[in-house]
């Protein structure tokens, strides 16, 4: 089978070399000719941090089976063509202009019989209502008689993309039964996991669904951290307790929410509903999204209990990435909270080991003559820093935790005042 890649992102890459580690002959595209130049030269244009990514690439590379280009002339022989670019929202409306730039450009070379998979998340009835018109419009050719659609959502995360790929079950909607035995083939072979076979717009709401249960379940353990706050009870002992009972599973409260999933999808199964608000997903994501202002409360509440004006002070802010371990800042809560900081016109310096902007500095130097460290993201590189060595170099002692970092007993024995997320 010959297959393609449209969109070598954080998903389509890592797809593009698994089936060239599977002997698929793989043409990987995107539009972006800078990205295309280094993959042809052999150079990982991101991710570089990224678990197995580079050495497997690498590895690709010198067999050959997979080249890259930005021309979609060579889809007219292909068999598969999968579909990874990215869908946004402007505000909570879906923009598809990446998705329908795609489907354009493949649709007048569709080989018959061809497979287009869209594993790119979209809003329920989006296959149904708009790709297969707009497929059958450019291409001249009928769904289910000339060719297929699948929605085979991608499930993946940085730092556990390739775990990830080749373990997880997969959901996959078909336009027609009959594409079933290929693409059962096809997908057993890239990953370990479960394969679920239903139809394309069960597929849509299974993955909308997933990423706003995260959103709505952290949104809850937010707005509990908030009410233990004022309770005076630390909301991680509650939520440790909590889930001693059976069935439950409290998430975990922090600093926000970001990536390019989650606080993204619930507005694209909201998207899609036209009789009625979806309350809940509405509230989540305005909670989720003042959690950096919360952090900015509590930064401005432990100065002040200092005697100090935040005006006057500096802030050590450590870590940008949107989740721990992972050099990705798509909705960075950090860059949230920076806009706030520079709104108000608050000195600040922030730090992130694996963000290339925010490490060139050590993380001591940015800590030193600071009057709050304030911890956005739990990287496992700030494992190593030596309490005792930080309170001297600040210039008052105030940590603000945004994701239970810091053990509060230990740093308040070290002399600092400490207020944490759902902890003060
Ligand atoms: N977060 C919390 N509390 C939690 C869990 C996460 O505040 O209890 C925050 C994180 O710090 C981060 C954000 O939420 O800022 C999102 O992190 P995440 O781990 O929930 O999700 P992503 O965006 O890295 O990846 C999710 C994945 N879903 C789950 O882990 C349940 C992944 O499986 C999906 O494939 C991916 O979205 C996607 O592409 O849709």
């Not at 060239?20 to 150079?43: A, M, P, R, T």
């Not at 070379?109 to 707009?134: A, D, G, M, Q």
């Not at 929605?151 to 997880?168: A, D, G, H, M």
Request: aromatic letters at 8%; proline letters at 4%; glycine letters at 4%.
């Amino acid at each position: 089978m010959r297959v393609a890649v449209i969109g070598l992102g954080y998903v389509g890459l890592p797809l593009a070399i698994r089936l060239s580690q599977l002997d698929f002959n793989v043409l990987g595209i995107d539009i972006n000719s800078k990205k295309i130049e280094d993959l042809q030269k052999g150079v990982l244009p991101f991710a570089n941090d990224e678990p197995f990514l580079k050495d497997y690439f690498n590895k690709e590379h010198k067999r050959n089976k997979i080249t890259f280009s930005t021309n979609f002339e060579n889809i007219s022989d292909k068999d598969l063509i999968f579909i990874n670019v990215d869908t946004p929202i402007i505000g909570k409306v879906p923009n598809y202009s990446s998705l329908i730039s795609a489907i354009k450009s493949i649709a007048p070379k569709l080989k018959k019989k061809s497979i287009v998979i869209i594993e790119s998340t979209v809003s329920p009835n989006t296959s149904k209502n708009f790709l297969i018109p707009t497929i059958e419009k450019y291409s001249k050719l009928k769904i289910n008689k000339d060719f297929f659609l699948a929605t085979v959502p991608e499930r993946i995360r940085p730092n556990y993309i390739f775990k990830q790929l080749t373990s997880l079950s997969r959901v996959i909607g078909v336009s027609d039964k009959k594409i079933k035995p290929s693409l059962k083939r096809v997908y057993s072979q890239i990953t370990s996991g479960e394969i679920d076979f239903t139809d394309l717009t069960t597929a849509e709401t299974v993955k909308t669904v997933e990423n706003s249960f995260r959103d709505v379940n952290i949104a809850f353990a937010n707005e509990v951290a908030i009410a233990c706050e004022e309770i005076g009870v630390n909301v991680w002992e509650v939520m440790e307790l909590v889930n001693k009972s059976p069935l439950h599973n409290m998430h975990q409260p922090g600093a926000g929410v970001g990536g390019h999933c989650i606080p993204k999808d619930p507005w694209l199964l909201a998207s899609s509903i036209k009789k009625q608000n979806m309350k809940l997903i509405d509230t989540s994501r305005s909670i989720n999204d003042n959690m950096p202002k919360h952090i900015f409360k509590l930064t401005k509440e432990a100065l002040s209990n200092s005697g100090l004006r935040i005006k006057n002070t500096k802030l050590a802010i450590l870590g940008y990435s949107y989740v721990e371990n992972s050099d990705d800042t798509r909705n960075s809560p950090t860059s949230i909270f920076e806009k706030i900081l520079k709104k108000e016109k608050i000195k600040f310096e922030i730090h992130d080991p694996l963000v290339k902007e925010y490490s060139k500095r050590s993380v001591e130097d940015i800590i030193k003559g600071s009057n709050c460290l304030v911890l956005m993201v739990s990287h496992g590189a700030y494992k190593y820093l030596d309490v005792r060595k930080i309170s001297r170099l600040m210039s008052t002692k105030i940590i603000i935790d945004g994701r239970n970092f810091f053990d509060k007993e230990k740093v308040t024995k070290a002399g600092f005042i400490y207020k944490g997320v759902g902890n003060v």
